[in-house]
Every structure is written in C-alpha cells, then in structure tokens.
C-alpha cells in the first residue's frame, strides 16, 4: 500500500467513528496518524519492513495503538477492528469525503439519496436528480466543492519537498566527486507548494553522479540522461531533476534556477544595459565575449552593481530595482523568534501536556510561549488554568502564557463567555466553520473578534488549508484597517498545510503598519520545530523583524500585543 492509500484508510477509520458518535479523542488521532503518514517523506510499508512496529512510532501522530493496527495489516493485508468499525458503510461514502465541505454527515445523507461515490455525486449535480432533496445551501456547497476538488494538483507541501531534497543533497554530498549540491526553484525560493524538485550539483563527471545515484535509497529509477542533466523518479512517483555543472559555472547555475522566471528576464535586460549577459553557464562580457568564472551566486549581483536578494523574494517585485539601490530589507529570521504563541495540549485536541509542550519551547531556545486550547464548550478552564500557573510557578526558565484559541462563529459572535475569555490572559480568534460564507459576512466576522476587547489577534487568517481547500474570502482593505484601529495583529501560521496569512497578504499587511505573530499551531512535540516555515513564509513578504511581535522580549511582547500577564 502506499502512503496515501494508508492515509485514507486511517481516514475512513475517523470518519465512520465520528458517524457512530465515539470518543472525539480517537476520531483526532486517526486523523493525526493519517496526516502524519500522508506528509512521512518515507515509505511507511518499507519503514515497517526494517524497523517493525516500534519504527511505526516514529512517524508524527502515530502512538502504540494505531501501530498494532498497522502492523497487523502489513502482516495479513487486513485490520479485523477497521473492518468492524467500517462494514455498516458503502466503501464510495469514504471517497465522498474527499470533496472539500463534504464530512461524514453529509455523506451520509448523499448516500441514502442514492450517490455512493464520486462519480455519483458529479452525476447527481449535472443531472440534477438531487435538487429538491437537499437545501440549495448543500446543493450550492456540494458544487463547489466538487469543483475544487476537480482542480486539485499534483504539488506537495513545501516541508514534504524539502525533507526529499535534503536526503538526497545529502546523499550526493557524501561522494568526493561532487563538491556541492543545492535545491533550486520554488523550492529555494520557500513557495508553500511545489512540484518537482529541482536540485544543482556541482561536479566535472555526471557519468559518476549518476553511478552514485543509482544507490540512492528512495530512487524508484533513472528516466532520463542528458549531457549536463538527470531525471529521477523516487519511489513514492515525484520527479527530481538534477543539473551537473564545474564548480567554476556553479554559482550561475543555482543563480539561474532560482529566481522566477520573470526575475530572470528582467535581471538579464538589467545585465545587457551594464554590458553583460547571463545563463546558467554563467556571466560574459558582451565586448571582450569574456566568459567568467561564477563559483559563487553572489559574485553575478556584484558584477551587476548589486544586493544580493534572498532566494525568498527573487519574484520580480521590486527586489531588483531595491537591490540596485541597495535598500533591500535585512528580513526576519528564524533565530529572531523569541516565542511561540499558538499552541494546543491535552486539554484540546493537542497530544501533549502543558509540561511537555512547555518543555519543549525552552528546549528550543524560547523565552515564552502561550498554550492556546480550542475554546471547548465542556473544557474545564478553571482547572487548565491552575495546571499552567503551577508550572509557572515551578518553572523559571520559561513564561507560559495561559491562553486561548476561540472559535468566531457563524452569527458573527465568540464560542464563549466574556467571563471565560477574561480569566486568560491571551486570546486568539480564528473561524473554524461556515467557510462559504459570503465576502462581506466573512468581513464582518474578523472585524467583530478585531474589535472585542478581549482578543488580541487572529490566527490563520484566510482559513485555507492547501491543496485541500481554498481561504475564504474576505475584504483584507477593511481586516487591516481593523487590526490598525483597535492594534491587534494577524498570525503567519507556520504548520506545512496552512502557511497562512500567505505571503501576497503578509507583504501588504506589512506595507500598512499591521502587526504580525508568527506560530507553528503546534497540536504535538514534533510541530513546535516548523517555525522555519511561517518565517519563510513571512521572509517571502518582505518582513522584517519589526513587523512580527513574538521576535520581541517577553516585556515588550507583553506590551505591543496587550498580554494581560497576572502575574
């Protein structure tokens, strides 16, 4: 099985336990294993090959009990509990589950109207035999859906690609004949999305590069052999191009193959009217016809009179006519993180606990962190709260913020109580449902939590989730105009499916004075370390460390983002 054939599974698995009313907890940690193994860089069957069982452990949401399930259907090819818990359902309703809006109450009903897949369901509207039978609400939502997901791609998740790409650097820089290796395109210029993967090696033999590659664990196969390129397809069916040049043209060759298209033409013009022209075999003189050598990328933007753009920012922006006046901004780095204010534990759907979560924080060098439990209804906040003080009470090396993360519903209101909101010191709001919604209700509802007194920012702004389900929309003119009126921020959410204020929106954000947080959304230990990619994420909106609130000290983060600290 693959991993998205696994993933599905585990996924069907939540779906028919959230229809049979069971243990929320269970229904969250199927669907964390499947996450966790649909974003694994490796092969989970042959993970459980070398490693049995305990190797399983070691993949993100997988704890001991979906281990022992998956293990038994590596050994027998079947689970007899997953076939327990799914046998009162048609196996089309679980593919119905794929369409975005659609859950398992939905799909339910779509199936005892007769649509038991998703051939049936497009059938259903083209025809529309179920018009009448169902809301033009769900009719209305069914169809976008289904269109969307129709235009789903083949790309994956920025960390998915970087984990591929760093295996095989790493692999291809073990060899003496190869001096250096580098991904290259989106995936240098940190895009939330990529396709292939693009990687420049550095050597004077391809005929031995490709030798080498030839042991490469994760190769399915060498497809194609050029002069100066390989192509590669990886056991798990994504395409890797990789592109041999001397040392000596090297630096020409990541340089070319970095920036976006339009940065590169433009650069080259700029090039020309300074008298000289460029490829990816590097930088001529046009009136001597001087080829020079370019070890390094930098040396092609001092040649040229320039800065050096970070990969992050080379879109054809501005980041060349800044560069040439050598403005470009020093952008926000993940060392400048002092803390991580969107977290979940235990209390939540998080698998941690406060103590572990906190734990961790300090281990990653942070001076603060807010835990930020959903705002369940059922939670028992007083008694979270006396957990978090008394680990501050018994802990110096680092604050815990007690904090929540409240859902803003519907009718434009907050899932709970002023009390309840009161007895934290730091709220965030965030829209978890009623996605479809039109553009000004969806206004209306981020400027209403904007404006509560009580809450002190919005966390993943436009609700995306990506490759999945688009953000909704909102008049982001207006949200900004709110964050600066009432000075509350927006967060840049760094976990890899949400990458979320996207950077279009940081970079105008930051243009108007707004405030911004950057946070990983942590609901395990191992999602605490994907702060590198909400700071990609806001380096790609050319923030600087001014602009991002949690790069500030504790007191004056207390301050700009109006913590009410008890103590």
Not at 74 to 79: A, K, L, M, N, Y
Not at 105 to 125: F, P, Q, S, W, Y
Not at 128 to 143: A, P, W
Request: hydrophobic content about 40%.
């Amino acid at each position: 099985m693959t991993n998205q054939e696994i993933a599905d599974l585990l996924r069907s698995v939540a779906a028919a336990y959230s229809m049979k009313g069971l243990n929320r907890f269970q229904i969250i940690a199927y669907e964390g294993a499947a996450d966790g193994i649909e974003h694994a860089t490796s092969d989970v069957t042959d993970l459980w090959k070398h490693e049995g069982k305990e190797g399983l452990k070691q993949i993100p949401g997988i704890g001991e009990g979906i281990a022992v399930h998956l293990d038994e259907l590596f050994r027998t090819g079947q689970v007899a509990h997953f076939e327990d818990v799914l046998k009162d359902y048609p196996e089309g309703l679980f593919s119905l589950l794929k369409v975005p809006g659609v859950g398992p109450k939905t799909a339910l009903k779509l199936v005892e109207l007769g649509v038991d897949d998703l051939r049936g369901l497009k059938n259903a509207i083209q025809d529309r035999s179920i018009e009448g039978k169902v809301t033009d609400k769900l009719l209305m939502k069914l169809r976008e859906g289904l269109e969307e997901y129709q235009k789903r791609s083949d790309r994956m998740l920025l960390p998915m690609a970087e984990e591929l790409a760093d295996i095989i650097v790493g692999y291809l820089t073990k060899a003496p004949f190869i001096r250096k290796a580098d991904p290259l395109g989106s995936l240098r210029r940190k895009v939330s999305t990529i396709g292939d993967i693009d990687i420049a090696v550095a050597s004077d033999d391809i005929k031995k590069v490709k030798a080498h590659l030839l042991d490469l664990p994760i190769l399915g196969k060498i497809l194609e052999e050029g002069e100066t390129t390989l192509t590669l397809v990886l056991k798990n069916g994504i395409r890797v191009d990789i592109m041999v040049q001397p040392l000596t043209s090297y630096g020409a060759l990541i340089q070319h193959f970095t920036g976006s298209k339009h940065h590169n033409i433009k650069l080259r013009s700029y090039a020309n009217k300074r008298g000289f022209s460029l490829s990816e075999h590097g930088i001529k003189e046009i009136k001597s016809k001087t080829l020079l050598p370019v070890e390094d990328e930098g040396k092609i933007y001092e040649l040229l009179g320039m800065q050096v753009p970070p990969p992050e920012i080379r879109e054809d922006t501005g980041e060349i006519e800044a560069a040439i006046d050598q403005k470009l901004p020093v952008l926000v780095a993940l060392g400048d993180i002092k803390g991580d204010v969107h977290t979940h534990t235990t209390w939540s759907d998080g698998h941690n606990s406060v103590s572990e979560m906190a734990e961790k924080a300090k281990n990653l060098g942070y001076k603060y962190m807010a835990i930020t439990d959903h705002s369940y209804p059922n939670l028992d906040f007083s008694k979270r709260i006396k957990q978090i003080e008394q680990y501050n009470d018994s802990e110096n090396g680092i604050r815990v913020i007690i904090g929540l993360e409240v859902n803003i519903t519907a009718s434009c209101g907050l899932q709970v109580s002023d009390r309840v909101l009161s007895e934290h010191e730091f709220i965030l709001a965030s829209i978890h449902s009623s996605f479809r919604q039109d553009k000004e209700t969806i206004t209306k509802r981020l400027v209403y939590a904007l404006e509560h007194p009580l809450v002190n920012g919005i966390a993943h702004p436009t609700g995306r989730i990506l490759l999945e389900r688009s953000g909704y929309e909102a008049d982001w003119e207006k949200v900004f105009e709110a964050c600066l009126k009432y000075d509350k921020f927006l967060e840049i959410n760094s976990f890899p499916d949400r990458m979320d204020l996207p950077d279009i929106l940081v970079r105008e954000a930051v243009g108007k004075g707004v405030k911004l947080v950057v946070n990983t959304d942590s609901h395990h230990l191992e999602h605490m370390t994907l702060m590198k990619y909400g700071v990609g994420v806001a380096r790609r909106g050319w923030t600087t460390k001014k602009s991002i609130l949690n790069a500030l000290d504790l007191p004056e983060f207390v301050k700009e983002a109006h913590v009410r600290l008890r103590k």
